[in-house]
Nanobody, 124 residues
Framework: QVQLVESGGGLVQAGNSLRLSCAGS????????VGWARQVAGKEREFVAV????????DYTDSVKGRFTISRDNAKNTVYLQMNSLKPEDTAVYYC?????????????????WGQGTQVTVSS
């Protein structure tokens, strides 16, 4: 079993930055690709970013490319999402996810574990 705990969410003004963290624990928590997804009430959860097992490959949804950066520190079992130039439309609950195939996670499949989510609110 793998547990994922997100932190770092909050309320910020548009144009500012936040860094989300996803701490993994449990057996083999560093043996998964890890990604972030977000969800607005009443809408489907959508892919945001993913990093592969070793951290060498990343991918992003188009709306965050150039603004968000995903990275991982396997020694700390932690994945980060640096979010810069935040926009009101980035407001959502952000979820950390662990899966076996990074490219499949882009399509919200091959996800084995989810975190509980952290709220990000961007005011205009």
């Amino acid at each position: 079993q793998v547990q994922l705990v997100e932190s770092g969410g909050g309320l910020v003004q548009a144009g500012n930055s936040l860094r989300l963290s996803c701490a993994g624990s449990g057996r083999a928590s560093s043996s998964f690709a890890v990604g972030w997804a977000r969800q607005v009430a009443g809408k489907e959860r959508e892919f945001v970013a993913v990093v592969n097992l070793r951290g060498g490959n990343t991918d992003y949804t188009d709306s965050v490319k150039g603004r968000f950066t995903i990275s991982r520190d396997n020694a700390k079992n932690t994945v980060y999402l640096q979010m810069n130039s935040l926009k009101p439309e980035d407001t959502a609950v952000y979820y950390c996810a662990a899966g076996h195939i990074a490219q499949a996670m882009k399509f919200m499949t091959s996800i084995a574990y989810w975190g509980q989510g952290t709220q990000v609110t961007v005011s205009s």
